[in-house]
């Protein structure tokens, strides 16, 4: 494990984007970006967007964050990296948080009593407008010997609430990640899990 700074990873795809812009003839726009970059050690954090233009577009969708893939096929850059916190398995990536919205059946669970007063629950189907978030991390492990990307995975968590309930976003993000960190930790390693079973007759 290695203690590091965050990356600027924001910074270093703009300024790569200027200076591309410089030697070619054709001028592309370049929009905010948030990336997560993660060292082992833990120095993991969100980059928000390098002094971005309020007037440029948000980041919305994966295609927004197509055009900054070109910083994790930067081998030299991550090589020189490496070789500054001796040879690392480099853990970056992205990461987009949206707002979801979904309108549709859902089957709940109800209480009915008989004319005993004898208690049962039965499933009803309702119709119900529900919001919540998506989170769709992306993440790449880079070789810090050489700079080569070994491989990556996307991921996607939802949820959705009442319409009624308000639910923090900062507390759905939380929870999504919850969520995500054992699909996560398994991509780099295999775990088991011992555990006792019971069974009733």
Known sequence: M???DVL???EI???QSNQNREHSPTNGSTDGIQAVSQLPGGASASTPAAAADPKEPKIKNDKDLQKYDKIFADVAYWKKLGEEYQNPLIVTGTVLFTPHQQAGFVTQNRE?????GRRSV???RTYMERKGF????RFIFID???GATLYSEKFREEVLYNAQQNTPALSSYFELMDRLMPSFLSTLSAQKIRGTRVLLK
Not at 134 to 137: D, G, M, V, Y
């Open 122 to 124: 039965i499933p009803m």
């Open 2 to 4: 290695i203690e590091a």
């Open 13 to 15: 795809a703009v300024e």
């Open 112 to 116: 009915v009593y008989d004319s005993f």
């Open 8 to 10: 600027p990873l924001a």
């Open 134 to 137: 998506i989170l769709e991390p």
């Open 144 to 146: 810090g010997r050489t």
